[in-house]
């Protein structure tokens, strides 16, 4: 029986509150309606008193998380859109990531931000906040591309002692299906080689692995191997992973769906620059959504971010230098 990357969060934070008393949820709308996009179906039925409805106030959301994980709780935080996080960005990056430094007391809880864009859904319900969230120690951020990995670095999730980032991206909710639940997987802080190759090396995350791995096959009718690398997490990064297959391949792609200043991809780029620079026989590329506001029209949408199209002109770009 398949299961949806959506149903695989469903069943990880089942599992969880199933497990482990310390672990409640909260968020808008998370109770009797099950959530903006159903991730939390049924468990307030399941666990009453534990799925709890959350005024609309973010800030408010991620403070009462702060406080009950201080005192030995393990909240999950549901944003309705990953952009509306930004309105506890106080909470998240100046409390929560700071605190156990300050205090030496662990405040362990998990935000789970639906992230990245869909037709339609425009510049407030699109965005990738990975990038932004990674820039602060005392976060740790994760970007799960697969069913499996949705599943098991959840439950991992709540494990950690740290503030958690949990990008989970709305268009895999329901376009990405697998078998079934895993029993094992990496530890977050690993990359993945989703596909191995000798000719160059794409490192991505989120919903860009799938347009990539098209990417990689689309090269291959061509006569190019090309090895992708899947981050699973935004920080830590596995630079280990990266540095060893740029060893193999001697050419870097980053692609990812965020906006392009600063970024992920540039700071994958910069550390193998700065590590792996004896490693490289071209200079490395990146690639990422445009530099505007994320537009409503399908069309422009479609344009606006990474696609297996755009990645493979990107590959040959790099394979021709």
């Not at 699109?126 to 069913?147: D, F, I, K, N, R």
């Amino acid at each position: 029986m398949s299961i949806t990357y959506l149903e695989a969060i469903r069943e990880a934070q089942a599992k969880a509150l199933a497990e482990d008393p310390r672990v409640y949820i909260y968020g808008q709308d998370v109770g009797r309606f099950g959530g903006a996009f159903k991730a939390t179906k049924n468990l307030a039925e399941e666990y009453p008193g534990r799925v709890i409805d959350a005024p609309i106030s973010e800030d408010a959301m991620i403070g009462t998380a702060i406080g009950a994980a201080i005192e030995g709780m393990r909240p999950i935080v549901e944003m309705q859109f990953a952009d509306f996080s930004s309105i506890a960005f106080n909470q998240i990056i100046n409390q929560a990531a700071t605190h156990y430094w300050r205090t030496g007391v662990p405040c362990p809880f998990v935000v789970r931000l639906p992230s990245g864009g869909n037709e339609g859904s425009g510049p407030f319900h699109s965005q990738c906040m990975e990038s932004l969230y990674s820039h602060y120690p005392g976060l740790v951020v994760l970007t799960p591309a697969t069913v499996e990995d949705a599943y098991t670095m959840l439950l991992e999730a709540l494990t950690i002692d740290d503030p958690v980032i949990y990008c989970e991206h709305k268009f895999l909710y329901y376009h990405l299906k697998a078998d079934g639940l895993p029993n094992s997987s990496l530890p977050i802080g690993k990359a993945r080689v989703a596909r191995a190759g000798v000719h160059a090396t794409l490192v991505t995350y989120s919903a860009m692995l799938h347009e990539s791995l098209r990417a990689a096959r689309e090269l291959e009718q061509e006569g190019w191997d090309i090895e992708v690398v899947d981050l699973r997490s935004a920080r830590p990064i596995d630079t280990d992973t990266i540095l060893a297959s740029v060893a193999r391949t001697g050419r870097l792609l980053c692609v990812g769906e965020s906006f392009p200043w600063g970024g992920l991809t540039a700071e994958v780029v910069a550390r193998i620059c700065a590590e792996g620079f004896h490693l490289l026989d071209a200079p490395p590329l990146r690639l990422n959504a445009k530099d505007t506001p994320i537009p409503y029209h399908p069309n422009l949408w479609r344009s606006h971010r990474p696609t297996s199209s755009s990645i493979s002109a990107t590959l040959r770009k790099l394979l021709r230098a």
